[in-house]
């Protein structure tokens, strides 16, 4: 279902950090997506013309980003992917590698779906997704559970082993050659699984001292978890051989400038960390040019509540939050501009992505920007930003 809105007024903002420049930026929301009313949206992913969106119903519906109309809908066992039993719960993140989708779960699992493409006027009992895996593998807790050195503790009387996750699967990030998947979890562990069997490759316990909610990888290979700890914590592939043979993944760096839990994170082309935290604040990360310390460099305010996701879209970054709102900003070590303030969601914005698009001309940029939220509506922004 397709509801179109009128153009929104662009909100106020405040920072008290920085003198800033304000930019003006066109923006309008130009449909809202409805699926299921009664639940929500809790991850989105765009893929060329596809956009994906999760919920925390198990759910997730495939829509034509061109037209904005659903397509012949991805089934496994019905109109929509959902877990094997439909029990998977909230589909936390999604991420898509060639022709296969991995989405992660509240269930304490990750699924893997093979994608086959979709043709208009196809027939509806032609399947479009097919439910290829779910990770960990029997085969890989097969094996793990008959060594007993493959058992951690999870509780005071319970063990499982080391492959598993157990609690929500929060983040999922591919390596640059797509042949790692990195997950993370409330379990406060980050999982590195092999993506052309997946298996589970090395697991990091107590990564952090409290639920991990947000993984990203930079351009160079380094993996960033945020946590309600109120830490990101920065971990690095081992490249020496002698040293793989210990740990393949070692922490490198510990950044403690949070004042609340980060619950997002977001990372640019050109060495710029963002990162979302509960007190409404985001905070701008710098890495030196030789790839040395980290540091905050500029704290962007005017959400009035949690910042809950983060995305960045060619040089613009979107932020959401428990406020209801989404903010633009200006993607760049020297400009903390606010473009714009996107109001017209009923609930928290749990989710962000988007794509630059042609605007025709050379005066600005367009882009747009796809939000989901706890009203159970995916909105649709056009923006356009002067770049004259």
Same mark, same amino acid.
């Given at each position: 279902?397709?509801?179109?809105?009128?153009?929104?007024?662009?909100?106020?903002?405040?920072?008290?950090?920085?003198?800033?420049?304000?930019?003006?930026?066109?923006?309008?929301?130009?449909?809202?997506?409805?699926?299921?009313?009664?639940?929500?949206?809790?991850?989105?992913?765009?893929?060329?013309?596809?956009?994906?969106?999760?919920?925390?119903?198990?759910?997730?519906?495939?829509?034509?980003?061109?037209?904005?109309?659903?397509?012949?809908?991805?089934?496994?066992?019905?109109?929509?992917?959902?877990?094997?039993?439909?029990?998977?719960?909230?589909?936390?993140?999604?991420?898509? %590698?060639?022709?296969?989708?991995?989405?992660?779960?509240?269930?304490?699992?990750?699924?893997?779906?093979?994608?086959?493409?979709?043709?208009?006027?196809?027939?509806?009992?032609?399947?479009?997704?097919?439910?290829?895996?779910?990770?960990?593998?029997?085969?890989?807790?097969?094996?793990?559970?008959?060594?007993?050195?493959?058992?951690?503790?999870?509780?005071?009387?319970?063990?499982?082993?080391?492959?598993?996750?157990?609690?929500?699967?929060?983040?999922?990030?591919?390596?640059? #050659?797509?042949?790692?998947?990195?997950?993370?979890?409330?379990?406060?562990?980050?999982?590195?699984?092999?993506?052309?069997?997946?298996?589970?490759?090395?697991? @990091?316990?107590?990564?952090? #001292? #409290?639920? @991990?909610?947000?993984?990203? %990888?930079?351009?160079?290979?380094?993996?960033?978890?945020?946590?309600?700890?109120?830490?990101?914590?920065?971990?690095?592939?081992?490249?020496?051989?002698?040293?793989?043979?210990?740990?393949?993944?070692?922490?490198?760096?510990?950044?403690?400038?949070?004042?609340?839990?980060?619950?997002?994170?977001?990372?640019?082309?050109?060495?710029?960390?963002?990162?979302?935290?509960? #007190?409404?604040?985001?905070?701008?990360?710098?890495?030196?040019?030789?790839?040395?310390? @980290?540091?905050? @460099?500029?704290?962007?305010?005017?959400?009035?509540?949690?910042?809950?996701?983060?995305?960045?879209?060619?040089?613009?970054?979107?932020?959401?939050?428990?406020?209801?709102?989404?903010?633009?900003?200006?993607?760049?070590?020297?400009?903390?501009?606010?473009?714009?303030?996107?109001?017209?969601?009923?609930?928290?914005?749990?989710? %962000?992505?988007?794509?630059?698009?042609?605007?025709?001309?050379?005066?600005?940029?367009?882009?747009?920007?796809?939000?989901?939220?706890?009203?159970?509506?995916?909105?649709?922004?056009?923006?356009?930003?002067?770049?004259?």
């Amino acid at each position: 279902m397709i509801r179109c809105h009128e153009t929104q007024e662009e909100g106020d903002w405040s920072h008290e950090d920085h003198q800033i420049s304000i930019s003006q930026a066109l923006h309008q929301c130009i449909a809202t997506l409805v699926g299921n009313t009664s639940s929500y949206i809790s991850s989105l992913t765009l893929a060329g013309k596809r956009l994906y969106t999760g919920s925390n119903d198990g759910v997730v519906r495939l829509w034509n980003a061109s037209t904005l109309e659903t397509l012949a809908e991805a089934t496994s066992n019905g109109d929509v992917i959902t877990g094997e039993r439909g029990d998977g719960g909230a589909v936390k993140s999604l991420v898509i %590698l060639a022709d296969k989708l991995f989405t992660a779960h509240q269930d304490q699992k990750i699924r893997v779906w093979k994608i086959n493409d979709v043709v208009e006027g196809a027939e509806a009992s032609n399947k479009k997704y097919m439910h290829i895996a779910t990770m960990p593998t029997m085969s890989d807790r097969l094996a793990k559970c008959l060594m007993p050195n493959n058992q951690v503790q999870i509780r005071r009387h319970k063990k499982a082993s080391w492959v598993h996750h157990v609690n929500a699967v929060s983040g999922l990030a591919l390596s640059r #050659d797509g042949t790692l998947l990195y997950s993370v979890s409330w379990d406060r562990t980050l999982k590195i699984w092999r993506t052309t069997d997946f298996k589970c490759l090395e697991s @990091i316990t107590d990564a952090h #001292d #409290d639920a @991990i909610n947000a993984v990203e %990888l930079s351009e160079n290979g380094d993996i960033y978890t945020g946590s309600s700890d109120r830490k990101i914590k920065v971990w690095r592939k081992n490249l020496d051989e002698e040293k793989k043979k210990r740990k393949n993944h070692y922490l490198v760096a510990t950044l403690s400038d949070h004042d609340s839990g980060i619950n997002a994170l977001a990372l640019t082309s050109y060495n710029l960390l963002y990162s979302g935290g509960s #007190d409404g604040s985001i905070l701008v990360w710098e890495r030196n040019d030789e790839g040395g310390d @980290i540091a905050v @460099i500029g704290v962007l305010r005017g959400h009035m509540e949690s910042v809950l996701c983060l995305a960045v879209v060619s040089d613009i970054v979107c932020s959401g939050s428990a406020d209801k709102t989404v903010r633009l900003w200006k993607c760049s070590s020297t400009d903390y501009s606010c473009l714009a303030v996107l109001e017209g969601h009923g609930g928290p914005v749990k989710c %962000l992505t988007g794509a630059i698009r042609d605007s025709g001309t050379q005066s600005e940029a367009s882009y747009h920007i796809y939000s989901g939220g706890l009203d159970s509506q995916v909105k649709v922004w056009q923006i356009l930003v002067p770049t004259l």
